[in-house]
């Protein structure tokens, strides 16, 4: 568990994964906590692809899904996490979501520092990448105050233009 301020965010293995797969009810049950109506916009499509690579993988675990609740009502607020363990040459991307009653208040910001600090526990880590839509916004601002710097433009055939952000392990 990465626990920061407001925050305990939670690593899923793959029980949490299906419960949360099952609905909100039984993801409430299984982790004890009070899960928001809207918590994900990623959708069970991105949990049940967590879900697939730590099946097909034991040493995975750890590097997918993270749910962040927040301590002071026990609530699920949203997901974030890696997208797979470390490659060869020791990158792994980041991503995040906050619900919507929840934003604005630096929770973003927070889990991601807390993602950070616990991917650079592993010495393998030399790089976090990030992808955000193309324009500025809040994950961008988000990654600003987090030290990535914007390395990159790229021309998504189905998102359209996206940034690459990257934070190197000094």
Not at 58 to 71: C, D, K, L, M
Request: charged share 30%; aromatic share 8%; glycine share 8%.
């Amino acid at each position: 568990m990465i626990e920061t301020e407001n925050l305990k965010i939670i690593p899923c293995d793959k029980e949490i994964l299906k419960s949360a797969i099952q609905g909100n009810n039984i993801l409430a049950k299984k982790i004890n906590v009070t899960v928001l109506e809207n918590w994900t916009e990623f959708g069970v499509g991105a949990l049940q692809y967590s879900l697939d690579r730590l099946t097909e993988n034991e040493e995975e675990n750890g590097w997918w899904t993270y749910f962040p609740i927040h301590r002071q009502n026990n609530k699920l607020i949203g997901s974030g996490g890696y997208k797979g363990k470390p490659t060869a040459e020791g990158t792994v991307e980041l991503g995040y979501e906050i619900a919507p009653t929840f934003r604005n208040r630096g929770l973003a910001t927070e889990m991601t520092k807390g993602l950070i600090e616990n991917a650079l526990k592993d010495k393998r880590v030399r790089t976090i990448i990030a992808h955000t839509l193309g324009q500025d916004n809040p994950s961008t601002k988000v990654l600003q105050k987090c030290g990535f710097e914007k390395v990159q433009e790229i021309n998504d055939p189905d998102d359209g233009l996206i940034w690459k952000w990257e934070l190197i392990r000094k």
